[in-house]
């Protein structure tokens, strides 16, 4: 597959998801650019805002056998990964498969829960593997994670540990959508009796699976000229040289931005990655990985703020 299928693949998942979901087009880019670049993605906002739906629709789409784990403060580690369980009948232990085994899991309002529970997922996101008891299970090549939360700021929320969050490649913040957007989802679904469903919307399957993985394949032949790692060098390491910042992005962000940079650019149909490439994914993917000094902090400065000045004052190269 070369990177003009690949644009062509993208485009059949925007128009079927399209068909569902309103206003979301930045929102389905970024989850397309984590398949390819074989990350995952959190997704903060309101309820309300179709933040599951999305996750459904997009599953669908792409013939990815959906999980889904809705998180709780009573929520357990074995209730995400399973367990050993005996069984009396054979005198043997035998492995009860939790919701993780699937290729796309849904944790919904992952910060319902806390943080001993969220660090169940940080081998299987990282390693794509579950281990219980000393043996490892491997999960999908194409296990994928897309997570969704509320507001830090509404009761009944935990904070996600720094650990957690760098194992996302991006975090997306959803807004409220426009009037028009608005009047669009009234008109579309004001007349359903309770929550439909991608089957009920006809959202067909457009993608299979060899083709994910000749994507992926496609992904990692795109150009990233040494002008480009400079560049992105330059704009992680500055998140950790502004004083505005008590933490800034690890190496694992370094090669993340790289690795989105070339995703995004097959997504365009471009075998080659531009300063625009990574210019456009610093805020999504640098944005849950810092954490504000002090003083940033009293003087009510936000993260993106800080990041999207970082961005416009480094030096793009031409």
């Given at each position: ?28 880019d ?9 990350g ?6 309101p ?50 498969r ?64 720094e ?53 992926n ?50 997504l ?51």
């Amino acid at each position: 597959m070369n990177v003009a299928e690949v644009k062509a693949l993208a485009d059949r998942v925007r128009a079927e998801v399209g068909k569902a979901i309103v206003g979301q087009a930045e929102t389905v880019d970024l989850l397309l650019t984590a398949l390819f670049a074989r990350g995952h993605v959190l997704i903060e906002g309101p309820p309300g805002t179709a933040k599951t739906f999305l996750a459904q629709c997009f599953a669908r789409t792409l013939q990815l056998e959906f999980g889904r784990i809705q998180f709780t403060p009573d929520l357990m580690p074995a209730d995400i990964i399973g367990a050993n369980v005996f069984n009396f009948q054979t005198s043997a232990f035998t492995l009860t498969r939790g919701p993780v085994f699937c290729e796309l899991l849904l944790a919904d309002e992952i910060n319902r829960t806390p943080p001993k529970t969220q660090a169940a997922l940080l081998e299987a996101m990282q390693e794509r593997r579950v281990t219980l008891d000393g043996r490892a299970h491997p999960l999908s090549p194409r296990f994928m994670v897309v997570a969704t939360q509320n507001p830090l700021e509404q009761q009944g929320t935990y904070p996600l540990p720094e650990a957690q969050l760098d194992r996302f490649l991006f975090k997306q913040v959803l807004a409220y959508p426009s009037r028009e957007d608005e009047r669009a989802i009234v008109a579309a679904y004001g007349m359903h009796a309770g929550a439909p469903t991608p089957e009920d919307l006809e959202i067909q399957p457009v993608v299979e699976a060899a083709q994910i993985a000749e994507a992926n394949a496609a992904v990692a032949q795109v150009r990233l000229t040494d002008e480009i790692v400079g560049y992105v060098l330059d704009l992680v390491r500055s998140t950790r040289e502004t004083a505005d910042l008590q933490s800034g992005a690890s190496p694992r962000a370094a090669s993340q931005l790289a690795l989105a940079a070339r995703a995004r650019a097959a997504l365009d149909g471009r075998d080659y990655a531009l300063p625009d490439d990574v210019k456009a994914l610093a805020l999504p993917l640098l944005r849950h990985r810092v954490i504000l000094s002090p003083s940033a902090e009293i003087e009510g400065r936000r993260a993106d703020a800080i990041i999207q000045g970082l961005v416009e004052r480094a030096a793009a190269p031409r």
